[in-house]
């Protein structure tokens, strides 16, 4: 089992929010295992709890892109796994709810197992009323 540096792990999360926040889905899912799990362990009835794949994923992106605009991320506090390729990540992400015009206000924390350089797991804690 790899490691991960609190650099290593700062650099993903900055692709993360950037790639999310300019919609540059194709460099977004660069960042991802051919066979990523995707978790949303506090998703309402209405969204997927579980995503697996790529492509699932791209779904997903698809998705998102009718409900909500990001505009901004903090930037991540970033927290590492002793001897282990996982680390945590504690960000806030802003922008707008398309259904009513209000803003999005969010609060992740994501906990995140990268293997060769890709993320491989990756489950995001987050509010569901922000919606």
Request: charged share 25%; glycine share 6%; net charge negative.
């Amino acid at each position: 089992m790899g490691t991960i540096s609190s650099a290593q792990a700062e650099t993903i999360m900055q692709l993360f929010t950037d790639r999310i926040k300019n919609k540059d889905y194709e460099g977004f899912l660069d960042l991802f295992d051919e066979d990523i799990v995707f978790e949303f362990p506090y998703a309402p009835e209405a969204l997927p709890q579980l995503l697996k794949g790529k492509r699932a994923l791209k779904q997903h992106l698809d998705m998102l892109d009718t409900l909500i605009e990001i505009r901004s991320f903090t930037k991540p506090v970033i927290h590492v796994s002793a001897d282990s390729p996982v680390f945590i990540a504690q960000y806030k992400g802003s922008g707008t709810v398309f259904a009513d015009g209000k803003p999005y206000e969010q609060k992740h924390i994501s906990v995140v197992e990268v293997k060769n350089g890709k993320i491989v797991r990756f489950q995001d804690y987050w509010n569901p009323l922000a919606l």
